[in-house]
């Protein structure tokens, strides 16, 4: 069964803080995903990487970056933390190109900005 | 752009009712889609997913959808309810030749006993 580990489920860090969030998975899938959700909005991708030290921006990369040194480890960091980053966040997975292989979740860091 | 649009914010239902959850996706190529169910504290699961073939498609716990190309939808279905498919149920769609998913605002169920 996949394993999709995110270092914390919950922190708590001040406003101007540089934040790291890890995610690691234990499948050796190429792709990785960092979205956040939050209430009436769904999910929404921040970032993604097809592959080692490759990535993508998604739909809001405003504010974060992110770092892929190795193919199971993928960590979303945020510059300068801000009170409108407070949210879930969630990593995910998955296998190969083509689209029709489901993402597979972790339990989510809910990320509270002070 | 691609968008997914999940018409039902909040649904309340009785035990033993039947669910139907719509979703319609605004793409004109090939899609895969997908249904994800988040129960309360845990990650999201996937319930069903469709690629190719019968448009009508089988997940885990009785949950089912069919994929209408014409009218862009790919609707949730379940028979009967049960008080533990109380959770948020999430629509997604990538286009056919990426990995990217595309999801809905979700629609949070609430079976009541």
């Known amino acids: 069964d996949v394993k999709v580990t995110q270092s914390s489920r919950y922190l708590v860090k001040r406003t101007g803080e540089k934040v790291f969030l890890e995610c690691v998975q234990d499948m050796d899938h190429e792709n990785m995903f960092w979205y956040r959700q939050d209430p009436g909005l769904g999910l929404r991708l921040i970032y993604f990487s097809y592959d080692v030290k490759m990535k993508e921006k998604g739909d809001i990369p405003e504010g974060y970056s992110v770092s892929r040194e190795k193919k199971e480890r993928f960590s979303l960091i945020l510059e300068s933390a801000s009170t409108n980053q407070t949210s879930m966040y969630l990593c995910a997975s998955s296998r190969g190109t083509s689209g029709n292989q489901p993402q597979h979740f972790g339990d989510g860091t809910r990320l509270s900005i002070l | 752009a691609q968008s997914v649009s999940q018409h039902n914010h909040h649904v309340i239902l009785s035990e033993a009712a039947s669910l139907e959850l719509g979703c319609n996706y605004s793409?004109?190529?090939?899609?895969?889609l997908f249904w994800y169910v988040q129960y309360p504290g845990q990650h999201l699961q996937l319930l069903l997913k469709?690629?190719?073939?019968?448009?009508l498609v089988k997940g885990i716990k009785g949950f089912e959808a069919e994929f209408i190309k014409s009218k862009f939808s790919f609707n949730l279905r379940k028979p009967s309810v049960q008080w533990s498919d109380t959770a948020e149920y999430f629509c997604?769609?990538?286009?056919?030749?990426?990995?990217?998913?595309?999801f809905g605002q979700g629609t949070t169920l609430q079976v009541k006993p």
């Open positions: 469709y690629f190719s073939g019968d448009p």
């Open positions: 793409y004109g190529g090939t899609v895969n």
């Open positions: 997604a769609v990538t286009s056919h030749n990426t990995g990217k998913l595309i």
